[in-house]
C-alpha cells in the first residue's frame, strides 16, 4: 500500500512564504513524475507545479517565478518552496505522484489527503 502525506501548511500573511512537503512511503518500485495540485472552494482542482523523474518542471503561469518545485529522490519526497504569497493561493494543496508498485507491477497515479494554505492579513 502507497501513501502520501503532505505536511507544510498554514496561514501566511500576503508576501509571505511557506514550503510544502510530501512524503511517499509503502511498497513502490518507482516514482515517475509527481506534483503539487490545489483547489479552492467552488473552484475545480488544478495544477499547480509538477516534476518528472529527470527532474523537469512544469507550473501554471499564476505561480511561476513565484513557487518552485523540487525532489529528494532518496527520501522520496517533493516539495513546494512558495514564496511572495497571495490571498488567491487560498486553497487546499495536494500533492500526487505516478507510482510503480511491487504489488500492482502498474503505473498508477496516487495523491496525499491535502493541506490548507491560507493567505490572508
Known amino acids: 500500500q502507497v501513501q502520501l502525506v503532505e505536511s507544510g501548511g498554514g496561514l501566511v500573511q500576503p508576501g509571505g512564504s511557506l514550503r510544502l512537503s510530501c512524503v511517499v512511503s509503502?511498497?513502490?518500485?518507482?516514482?515517475?513524475?509527481m506534483g503539487w495540485y490545489r483547489q479552492a472552494p467552488g473552484k475545480q482542482r488544478e495544477l499547480v507545479a509538477g516534476?518528472?523523474?529527470?527532474?523537469?518542471?512544469d507550473y501554471a503561469d499564476s505561480v511561476k517565478g513565484r513557487f518552485i518545485v523540487s525532489r529528494d529522490g532518496a527520501k522520496n519526497t517533493v516539495y513546494l518552496q512558495m514564496n511572495s504569497l497571495k490571498p488567491e493561493d487560498t486553497a487546499v494543496y495536494y500533492c500526487?505522484?505516478?507510482?510503480?508498485?511491487?504489488?500492482?507491477?502498474?503505473?498508477?497515479?496516487?495523491w496525499g489527503q491535502g493541506t490548507q494554505v491560507t493567505v490572508s492579513s
Open positions: 500526487n505522484a505516478n507510482i510503480l508498485t511491487i504489488a500492482t507491477q502498474t503505473n498508477l497515479i496516487y
Open positions: 509503502g511498497s513502490l518500485f518507482r516514482i515517475n513524475a
Open positions: 516534476i518528472t523523474s529527470s527532474g523537469s518542471t
